[in-house]
Every structure is written in C-alpha cells, then in structure tokens.
C-alpha cells in the first residue's frame, strides 16, 4: 500500500469516529512503528489536518470535523485528474503501467462502485503516435535529473537518421503527439524533437548547460507546432460557419479577432506557414487569407494544384 491509501484509510476511519491510531496502522498496512508515525506526521504536517490524541480512547480525533483531505468532495478535481488519465491513454501513453496504477488508485479513492474513472470519460484524438516506453521513461528522468540525452533521430519517418547530445528543456504535447524541447549541439540552438522520430536514446552522466528561462517564449511566441521567431502576422477572413467556429476558438495567445460584416478577420503571429495553409483549407471557400501576399499565394497554388487531381 503506497502513503496516500494508508493516509486515505487513516482519515477514513477518523471521519468515521473510530479512533485510530499508530497500532492499528502497524497491523493492517503490515509496516513499522516508525512508517506508521511518519504517516501521522504527514497528514498533520503536510496536508494541515486538525489532528489531536484522544488519551481516554487512545486515538486520533479531528478539532475541526468538517476537514477534508484533499481532492475529498471535490468532483472537479476528481473529474481533471480522470480527464488526464483519460488524455494521457488516447495520447499514445497506453502501455505504461503507472498509468493503470493511476486510474486504479483514483477509481480506489473516490468510488463507490467497480466502475473506473476513464470508463466516464471520453477524450479522442486523431493521427495519435504511440510513443516507446523505453524512450518515454528515459526522456523523463533525463529531464527530472537535468541530464544531456544522446539520441539518433529521424528527420522524416523514412529519412536516414542522425545523432545528436541534446539538453531535454520540456516535455510538450501538441495535438495528441509528444516532443522533447532540447537545445540541440548540432544545429546550435533550440529544437522540437517528436519523440515517435527517436530511434534510439542514451542517457549521459552529463549535467544539462542550458536551460529554458521563464520569459522565454518559443512555445508560445507563434501559432502552431513549427516554432521559431514570427515572420509575419496572418490575416485570415472568415465567414459563414467557419467564422461561428473560430469566434469561439482559441489558436494563440496573441490573437486578434476582428468582427466584420460578413464574419471575422483573424490576426495570428507566425513562424512557418505549413499547419497555418491546412488550417485555412480546412474551412473550404469560408475561409480567405487577405495577407500577407506571399501566404496568399501559396493558398491559390496550392488549390490549383489539387483541383489538377480532379480534372
């Protein structure tokens, strides 16, 4: 039994007036007088429970009754952290076996009945790639550590391969696919590495020399997963159906959102116009990029070419 059950199980049986104590936590949980008084510690210490010994019972009672431990009689937070277990499953994560421990404890703790909590919820992500356990684990204990990774990855799925001694910066997810922010020594400065595109992966007993300071922004300086310093701001005019979708939406934290007559004009910063152009197509003849020229332009090639493959 881990600390959070014993501790459950402890508060449980206060609530219920029955007095436990260190004896009773000794017995059950099979643990030694000192886990059993750390224990205690913890929940008075640590999650400020109103503890006080009861010399004439020989247990532990609360001062204050209405004290709740936490994540107690809180179906918001008990629904988040379902919705992550949830997340974390449809995002390639099946196979980790923390992961079915989690949902195991949660639906432990807060139900009643047999059923788990991911059998409430429903998350579903599209063009999902599952990641390798072995690469997940290592990416995360090297980032934990602050440890410099060796990886050889690949440029395209069916590209040759290259090496690399990166310094792990963050783990990111983006639209149900999983990258590793890394200074990178070959390309001298900050890269995205989608973790599906690491073939292989070595931990090295070298401590990380650069590291992610809080202003930085290159997550969140442009729209999209292609990041890097913007190069223009995309002005895209929306109507119809696609202007009530995107009204709505959130696409970066600087964009501009103008009501016009017919719809919206959406402003975006931008780094690289790949996801941006099959965003715009997406929407179909509701959907017109007004600037820049050269984005503009790309668009109508691009439609050109596809009508081709229908003449």
Not at 41 to 49: I, N
Not at 68 to 73: A, K, M
Not at 150 to 160: D, N
């Amino acid at each position: 039994m881990s600390l959070l059950e014993r501790i459950y199980s402890f508060h449980s049986r206060i609530q219920a007036g029955r007095y436990p104590n260190t004896r009773e936590l000794v017995e059950e949980f099979e643990i030694s007088p000192a886990t059993a008084h750390r224990d205690i510690a913890y929940l008075r210490d640590r999650l400020l429970a109103p503890l006080k010994f009861d010399q004439r019972r020989n247990g532990y009672f609360y001062e204050d009754e209405n004290f709740r431990l936490p994540f107690e009689d809180s179906p918001r937070i008990v629904l988040f952290l379902g919705v992550l277990s949830s997340m974390a499953s449809q995002a390639g994560l099946e196979t980790l076996p923390e992961l079915k421990q989690l949902q195991n404890k949660l639906s432990a703790m807060v139900l009643t009945h047999p059923e788990h909590i991911e059998n409430l919820i429903f998350c579903e992500w599209v063009e999902v790639q599952p990641v390798d356990n072995q690469i997940f684990d290592t990416v995360i204990n090297s980032l934990l550590a602050g440890m410099q990774l060796e990886i050889e990855y690949l440029k395209t799925s069916a590209g040759p391969g290259t090496h690399r001694r990166v310094d792990p910066l963050k783990l990111v997810n983006y639209q149900g696919r999983w990258y590793l922010l890394a200074w990178c020594r070959l390309r001298r400065g900050k890269r995205l590495f989608h973790l599906s595109r690491i073939r292989s992966i070595k931990a090295t007993k070298k401590q990380i020399e650069h590291h992610l300071q809080p202003d930085d922004d290159y997550l969140t300086g442009v729209f999209g997963i292609f990041k890097g310093k913007a190069r223009f701001t995309a002005t895209i005019a929306l109507t119809g159906t696609a202007a009530d979708t995107v009204r709505g939406q959130h696409w970066h934290p600087d964009q501009q959102i103008e009501q016009t007559k017919t719809g919206i004009l959406l402003h975006l910063p931008v780094a690289d116009d790949r996801e941006l152009i099959m965003k715009v197509l997406q929407f179909g003849n509701e959907a017109e990029v007004i600037a820049p020229k050269t984005l503009r332009q790309k668009i109508q090639q691009t439609i050109e070419n596809t009508a081709q493959l229908y003449r």
